[in-house]
């Protein structure tokens, strides 16, 4: 696959670098997707909800592959189990790049995932780990930005979206428990922060302010784990350097 996009719950993808995947996607790319975890602890919607969600998100990306694995929401680890499982699923897939979680965020599975994610591309490479699959190697990593209460950094390269950015609008919306739809919104028990519209308020100008940047209407950061050059899988991935 050009691309393996790894997020800690279904929604993550489509939320931090759905614009960059569906822009991929739209270019002919094969891009997937893991969710590493059913979203069982979430305080809005099923895991049996969720799945279905993100089938349609799946859908609007226009994505080759999405799988779910079950390594625990709330208590995501890094450790040789849950690797093994992620190993695996690169060994069969084998992406040029992934795509995951920054290192900084607020939440936990976030942070895990980001570890994980590096990980486990890393053992894919060793011939001895006990995984199953002949080993691959990993091209690059590009780690999106989540939420922090932290200042933005500064990221190494930033994808002009604005070409996809309504496939991203689509693809997030398609999660009605998550953000805006199902839920009673007047039942404060229920309540959180990405189902309010100060989110999506947030969401808008953050992804205009990063497009602003780099001289386009929306934009979506990423850190890289080498240095951007023209050959990069992420500056291919969206077209640029690339017949």
């Known amino acids: 696959m050009d691309c393996l996009a790894i997020g800690a719950h279904a929604d993550d993808v489509e939320l931090f670098a759905g614009g960059t995947v569906a822009l991929a996607c739209r270019l002919g790319r094969r891009v997937g997707i893991v969710d590493l975890t059913r979203g069982e602890m ?6 049996e909800g969720r799945a279905e969600e993100a089938r349609s ?3 609007i990306l226009g994505i080759q592959v999405r799988e779910t694995l079950d390594l625990g929401d709330g208590e995501l680890a890094n450790h040789n189990p849950n690797r093994r499982q992620l190993v695996e699923v690169i060994r069969r ?14 939440h936990p599975d976030h942070r895990r995932a ?4 590096r990980d486990a591309a890393f053992f894919s490479y060793v011939g001895e780990f006990p995984a199953a699959g002949e080993r691959w190697e990993v091209e690059a990593l590009a780690y999106f930005l989540g939420n922090t209460l932290e200042p933005e950094p500064r990221v190494d390269w930033v994808v002009d979206i604005g070409a996809a950015i309504e496939t991203k609008r689509a693809a997030t919306e398609a999660y009605k428990t998550q953000f805006f739809g199902d839920a009673d919104e007047a039942d404060d028990r229920k309540a959180t922060y990405i189902s309010s ?3 999506w308020e947030y969401f808008d100008r ?5 497009g602003h940047l780099i001289d ?12 951007a050059h023209a050959g990069h899988p992420l500056v291919e991935l969206v077209g640029v350097g690339r017949e």
């Open 206 to 210: 953050r992804s205009r302010l990063w």
């Open 42 to 47: 979430a305080t809005r919607g099923t895991p």
């Open 197 to 199: 519209r100060d989110f």
């Open 216 to 227: 386009a209407d929306h934009g979506e950061p990423f850190m890289l784990d080498r240095p």
């Open 57 to 59: 998100a799946a859908a």
């Open 93 to 106: 897939l084998r992406p040029r790049l992934i795509l995951t979680h920054w290192r900084e965020d607020r």
């Open 114 to 117: 980001h570890e994980l994610a």
